[in-house]
Nanobody, 124 residues
């Protein structure tokens, strides 16, 4: 069982930066690939970024490549999402998730545990 708690969301202007954190409970954190997803109002939840168990392999949706960076600290049981050059279209609730496997996965159905979400709002 893994419990996830996100933090770091907020209101930022276009071009600004935020760093989201996701703290995980449980001893098995380092065996799970981790991901970030987002859901804008009236839209389906979409994949944003993922990282494998070791942190050496990452994957991003095209719209955030070059702007967002996912990383993890297996000692602190925490995964991060550094978001730079934010745009209004990045506005959404951002969710952290833990996969049931160690390698990178990008679909929601492959993630077993989810956080409660944190709101990110980018003003124009």
């Amino acid at each position: 069982q893994v419990q996830l708690v996100e933090s770091g969301g907020g209101l930022v202007q276009t071009g600004g930066s935020l760093r989201l954190s996701c703290a995980a409970s449980g001893r098995s954190f380092s065996t799970h690939a981790m991901g970030w997803f987002r859901q804008a109002a009236g839209k389906e939840r979409e994949f944003v970024a993922a990282i494998n168990w070791s942190g050496y392999t990452t994957e991003y949706v095209d719209s955030v490549k070059g702007r967002f960076t996912i990383s993890r600290d297996n000692v602190k049981n925490t995964v991060y999402l550094q978001m730079n050059s934010l745009k209004p279209e990045d506005t959404a609730v951002y969710y952290c998730a833990a996969a049931g496997r160690a390698d990178v996965v990008v679909t929601t159905t492959q993630y077993d545990y989810w956080g409660q979400g944190t709101q990110v709002t980018v003003s124009s």
